[in-house]
C-alpha cells in the first residue's frame, strides 16, 4: 500500500490493521504499507497534489524491487496514479478508478462527497479523466481540511452524514462514494448505508478487495 501522503504512525497501523482483516481466513495474502519519504504530510494544498505525484512515481520501483506482487496507489481520487503505474511492471490498485467502475455497474447518479475546495478541484479532474464512471449527480466537500480532520474524526462523521444526506435529497445522488481515504477508516459507511438507504462506495474497502483478489489469482511463486 502506497500512502499519498505521510499521516501518523499511529494511523498508518490502524490503516494496515484494517486491511488485514479484509484478507480472507487461511489466505496467504501479506500487506505492507511503504510513504514516500518526499510525500507531504497532508493533501491539504493544491501544490499538494503534484508534489505526491512526483513523490510517489520517484520511490514506487524499490517497492517492486521488494516483493511486492500489486500495489493500492492509495488515494480515494488516484493522484500520480499513471505514474506509479509507468514505474513498475506489477498490478497497480486505483481506488478512484476501482469505485468508478463499481459505481458504473451499479448505474445509479453518484456524488463524491470530499475533504475541502483542493479536493473538489481535483475530483473534478479525476472524472474528467476516467472513461468508466456512473453518471455523476454532483461533488460535495466537508470544508473540513484532512490536517484538520485527523485531529477528531467525531465531527468529519457529522460533516458526512449532512453532506450524504444533501446529495440524496438535494442533488438526486443515488450512490455515494467517500472521495478520501479516510472516510474509509472511521467506521461511517454503513452507518451512512443504513441512515440514507443507498449504496456507500468505501476507497479503502474497494481497493484493499481489489488488491487481495489480485494478489490471489496470481501463480504462486
Known sequence: MLPTSGYTQDYLDLRMAL???????????????SVPPDA???????????QAIGAAGAFVSGIQAGGADVIVS????DPGLAAVRDAVSVPVVGPGEVA???GHVIARPLTVVTVDEYAVERTKMFLDAVSTKPPIASIR???IPVRQAMKDFAPVR???RREC??????DGARQIYLGCMIFGTMDIAE?????LGVPVIDPFAVSTDAAIQIALSLPAG
Open 191 to 195: 452507518p451512512l448505508r443504513q441512515e
Open 40 to 50: 507531504p504530510e497532508f493533501l491539504d494544498r493544491g501544490e499538494h497534489f503534484g
Open 100 to 102: 468508478m467502475y463499481l
Open 74 to 77: 492509495s488515494g480515494a481520487i
Open 165 to 170: 444526506r444533501a446529495a440524496v435529497e438535494e
Open 141 to 143: 466537500s466537508i470544508e
Open 158 to 160: 457529522e460533516a458526512l
Open 19 to 33: 486491511a488485514r482483516a479484509r484478507v480472507p481466513a487461511g489466505a496467504d495474502v501479506e500487506f505492507r504499507i
